[in-house]
């Protein structure tokens, strides 16, 4: 089974940078779609970016979009998501998780999740 693990987590200041990964391991003979996702504290998991196998695909949350760009490595197995210009209210646990299907923007449809990594903005 697949394994995802993220990476890239920290303590930032609004308007700094951060790149995460999500790296896959584990034995896989499917391509995926790959999505990330945020949750703070008290709040519901959200949707972040995403983009498919080939990269042909992308989509960004309202609220990321200029900001955040999701990238991914197949060679690597790793997924990325630069994030620029960061605000408090980017402050989460950011998960990366696969789906074998189309490009999609709800959690449901995700049933590969990674740990997650803590990402804090202060102002």
């Known amino acids: 089974q697949v394994q995802l693990v993220e990476s890239g987590g920290g303590l930032v200041q609004a308007g700094d940078s951060l790149r995460l990964s999500c790296a896959a391991s584990g034995r896989t003979f499917t391509t995926y779609t790959m999505g990330w996702f945020r949750q703070a504290p008290g709040k519901e998991r959200e949707f972040v970016a995403a983009?498919?196998?080939?990269?042909?695909?992308?989509h960004y949350a309202d609220s990321v979009k200029g900001r955040f760009t999701i990238s991914r490595d197949n060679g690597k197995n790793t997924v990325y998501l630069q994030m620029n210009s960061l605000k408090p209210e980017d402050t989460a646990v950011y998960y990366c998780?696969?789906?074998?299907?189309?490009?999609?923007?709800?959690?449901?449809?995700?049933?590969?999740w990674g740990q997650g990594t803590q990402v804090t903005v202060s102002s």
């Open positions: 983009i498919t196998w080939r990269g042909g695909s992308l």
């Open positions: 998780a696969a789906r074998t299907g189309i490009l999609v923007t709800t959690t449901p449809e995700y049933p590969l």
